[in-house]
């Protein structure tokens, strides 16, 4: 009986058995974040991959100035990590951040590591969790490429439909790169849009 996300995950990778998948969740720790919690930081080298089993975080850096610039958020059922910092050993160059309570699995690098010494097929499943999550950060991206931000916003909307209203105003105005203030008149303006979110704060 499948009755864990991260197995229902997991299985779309590799016909795993029930014995696998419970040695995999064996070697997790269960975490909660509160919003504004940080899962790493900046500075700091990634030693942890988190699996969202609820909520969302966010992925942001922070300029000289104080000036905070999200690049992205990650919601249920997506891995998290800073792959660069984990794989390389060097400093994280941006922070994870909560953007609601989010629930974790968390698993530690010895721990995650050592997957590898008792499940056989555990490398190639690595290198394509590895892989989905560089792809899906390149799409989450993407949704930056029009220089319109009330394009960027109905292809934030198209695209990742029903975040839209979890995420405070400010972030989300700050990962489609405008003000607080025009995201609030773009809304207004597209409020009519089916499907479109009430501003939250």
């Known amino acids: 009986m499948i009755d864990s996300p991260l197995d229902t995950f997991l299985l779309q990778f590799y016909p795993f058995s ?23 930081e900046a500075g700091r080298v990634a030693q942890e991959i988190g699996f969202i ?33 984990y794989q390389f050993h060097q400093p994280c160059t941006e922070y994870v951040q909560a953007v609601t309570e989010v629930h974790l699995l968390v698993f530690k690098a010895r721990a995650w590591q050592a997957l590898s010494h008792t499940i056989l097929v555990w490398p190639q499943v690595e290198q394509k969790l590895f892989t989905q999550a560089l792809l899906e950060k390149m799409n989450r991206r993407s949704a930056l490429v029009s220089p319109n931000g009330a394009t960027r916003y109905e292809q934030f909307l198209t695209t990742f439909p029903g975040l839209a209203n979890r995420i405070p105003l400010a972030y989300l105005a700050s990962y489609i790169g405008v003000t607080p203030q025009s995201l609030s008149r773009i809304r207004r303006r597209l409020g009519s849009l ?8």
């Open 194 to 201: 089916p499907g479109a979110p009430e501003a939250t704060t």
């Open 53 to 85: 089993v609820a909520g969302v975080l966010r992925v942001c850096y922070f300029e000289r100035n104080g000036t905070e610039n999200t690049k992205y958020f990650v919601e249920e059922n997506h891995f998290v990590v800073d792959l660069q910092s």
């Open 18 to 40: 029930l014995q696998q998948l419970q040695l995999i969740r064996n070697q997790a720790v269960a975490r909660t974040y509160q919003p504004g919690d940080y899962f790493s």
